[in-house]
């Protein structure tokens, strides 16, 4: 599973396993961009992914895959005279579920059975709206979380290191023109 689903869907466990917004949403707390749009019954709860950057500037190698995510939780309720009260008390228990790695962390061993990617949650932005599908007006409230994450390495069945190209530089190069080369050339085992 890629980070980033696994991630969206820690996040939809965590927010449907708050008390408080169970109560509010029900069963309507979906992974994903589309179906809470599709619920009859308002407010309702989606969670997806916007965007993704590599973010590691590491010397080290094998290099590290560290990414920092944007994670979106959008929440629909429908148009009343109370909804800017209504949206801002469910954006209050959506970022009381959200706000630690530790909490994704022990959601993820449980619900995943593997170690989370996460090293890093912090809240973001809200951005509040209206929309109309054609049959109702909704307030949309979309709260931003930026994750940072590592993604998982490769395979440990890789073939073994068995040459290596080495250039020296004891100073800055004189047209770009090594102090010393070498190739390494390691036996296989037999």
Not at 134 to 154: C, D, F, H, W
Not at 157 to 177: K, Q, T, Y
């Amino acid at each position: 599973m890629h980070p980033r689903t696994l991630i969206r869907h820690a996040a939809t466990a965590l927010l449907k396993s708050h008390p408080d917004l169970q109560s509010a949403c029900g069963a309507r707390i979906f992974p994903s961009r589309e179906e809470h749009f599709l619920e009859e019954d308002l407010p309702a709860v989606g969670v997806y992914t916007l965007d993704e950057q590599v973010i590691d500037t590491s010397d080290r190698a094998p290099r590290p895959d560290w990414r920092s995510l944007t994670l979106a939780v959008e929440i629909l309720d429908k148009a009343a005279p109370t909804l800017d009260d209504a949206i801002d008390a469910l954006a209050a228990l959506v970022e009381e579920a959200l706000g630690s790695p530790s909490a994704f962390s022990a959601v993820i061993r449980k619900e995943f059975q593997c170690e989370s990617p996460i090293m890093e949650i912090a809240y973001q932005s809200t951005d509040i709206e209206f929309a109309s599908d054609g049959k109702r007006v909704m307030g949309i409230a979309t709260l931003n979380y930026q994750i940072e994450y590592e993604n998982s390495r490769p395979p440990d069945d890789l073939p073994d290191f068995l040459r290596g190209g080495v250039n020296w530089h004891s100073s800055e190069p004189a047209g770009g023109i090594p102090d010393a080369e070498d190739l390494i050339t390691v036996r296989e085992q037999e």
